[in-house]
């Protein structure tokens, strides 16, 4: 099945400072993916849509300035988060939507954030 | 969007066969159901997808009533190695659609005990 790889798988950064994930579609073009974060033992709440080509949509409350996210290629979407806090410490998934593949979207194996 | 209610949790033993219902009243006519299942600390993983009535495949069936209102994941024979949250969702996704918005709900944690 189509593969999404996910970098870094874990990452602890200082407070201030900027991490960036990736995420990369391995054998398939995906013209969109979705960025989620998910908080110990919660469900994975979405973040924002990212399309290739043209600005992300964020969902309500999630702050783009915050998470800034680039779609530059057919398989490659990054998520940045800018000036880390701790309270931003999370497990970010992003996934991606294979048309080969019919409906079902493929998950990353994560990323966890750890912000001192 | 419509929104799933399921069970928080569910206790099972080694070789039994599991069923972990999802209720969506709210579902659209062109809603899918898709279930997925997730380890700690990993992506979730597709199970199954469906329409309506029955799907089947190599580790899961979805069983699906005419009112679309709610699904059955059935899970036969399970294994330690099922312990693992599942979540159903409920979305557009046809082939070709620029859709794809999940949301995902508390899930079920299924525990399988020896």
């Known amino acids: 099945g189509a593969v999404v790889s996910q970098h870094p798988s874990r990452v602890i950064c200082k407070s201030g400072t900027s991490v960036k994930i990736e995420c990369r579609s391995l054998?398939?073009?995906?013209?969109?993916m979705f960025w989620y974060r998910q908080f110990p033992k919660q469900s994975l709440m979405l973040m924002a849509t990212s399309n290739e080509g043209s600005k992300a949509t964020y969902e309500q409350g999630v702050e783009k300035d915050k998470f800034l996210i680039n779609h530059a290629s057919l398989t490659l979407s990054t998520l940045t988060v800018t000036s880390a806090h701790p309270e931003d410490s999370s497990f970010y998934i992003c996934s991606a939507r294979s048309t080969e593949a019919g409906r079902q979207l493929f998950f990353g194996s994560g990323t966890q954030l750890s912000v001192l | 969007l419509a929104k799933t209610t399921q069970p928080i949790s569910m206790d099972s033993y080694e070789g039994q066969e599991v069923n972990i219902t999802c209720s969506h009243n709210n579902i659209a006519t062109n809603d899918y159901i898709t279930w997925y299942q997730q380890f700690p600390s990993q992506g979730p993983r597709f199970i199954i997808q469906g329409y309506k009535t029955k799907v089947t495949n190599e580790v899961a069936s979805l069983f699906i009533p005419a009112d679309r209102k709610s699904s059955t994941l059935s899970l036969p024979r399970v294994s330690l190695s099922d312990t693992a949250v599942y979540y159903c969702?409920?979305?557009?996704?046809?082939?070709?659609?620029?859709?794809?918005?999940?949301?995902f709900g508390r899930g079920t944690q299924l525990t399988v005990w020896p």
């Open positions: 054998d398939f073009q995906a013209t969109t």
């Open positions: 969702l409920v979305g557009q996704g046809g082939r070709g659609s620029t859709l794809g918005r999940l949301y």
